[in-house]
C-alpha cells in the first residue's frame, strides 16, 4: 500500500487542515511533508516556526504509534537554523529508542536541496498499553509526491 493510500484509509483532519502528507511511513521511520502556502508563513514571508513544529509533532507521533500503542508528546526540543520561503519541507522522524512508557524519536526538517532547516527531538508518552496493530505494518510510496 502506498503511503497516499494510507493516508486516505486513516485521515488526520489536523495534518488536512494544515496541508500535511504522509511520504513515508515504516515501524521506526515517518517522513511527512509539506507544501510551504500563504497560509503556512510568517509575518516575514517564510515558513512559520509553528508549521515546521506542527510538522515534526505528526512525524515524530506517527512513527511512535507505529507499535500500535496510544501516545501523547511529553517534551520537545526544536532547533530551527534556516529557512525558505515556497517549495516543499520534509520533516523524517526515526524512532531513538523504545521503552516501557516512552519513546523518543529525533526528526530533521530539510527543504530544498535537502538544506537542514530545524532538527530536534520528541518524547512521546504511552498512555495506553494495549496494542492495536496497524494493518499495513510498512507503507511507502512508490512515486514522487506531487508539488
Not at 59 to 68: E, L, N, R, S
Amino acid at each position: 500500500m502506498e503511503a497516499k493510500e494510507w493516508q486516505r484509509n486513516h485521515p488526520n483532519a489536523f495534518m488536512e487542515h494544515n496541508f500535511m502528507e504522509v511520504a513515508e511511513l515504516t515501524p521506526d521511520r515517518a517522513v511527512t511533508s509539506l507544501t510551504i502556502r500563504p497560509e503556512v508563513r510568517n509575518p516575514y514571508g517564510v515558513a512559520h516556526g509553528g508549521a515546521l513544529y506542527t510538522l515534526a509533532d505528526n512525524a515524530t507521533g506517527m512513527v511512535a504509534h507505529m507499535d500500535g500503542r496510544s501516545y501523547v508528546t511529553q517534551s520537545s526540543n526544536m532547533y530551527f537554523l534556516q529557512n525558505q520561503t515556497e517549495g516543499v519541507v520534509r520533516a523524517e522522524a526515526a524512532v531513538k529508542r523504545r521503552g516501557r512508557t516512552t519513546c523518543l524519536v529525533e526528526v530533521d526538517i530539510t527543504g530544498e536541496n535537502g538544506k537542514l532547516l530545524a532538527s530536534g527531538t520528541f518524547v512521546h508518552f504511552c498512555v495506553d498499553q494495549t496494542v492495536r496493530p496497524f494493518p499495513t505494518p510498512d507503507v511507502t510510496e512508490s512515486a514522487p509526491m506531487e508539488s
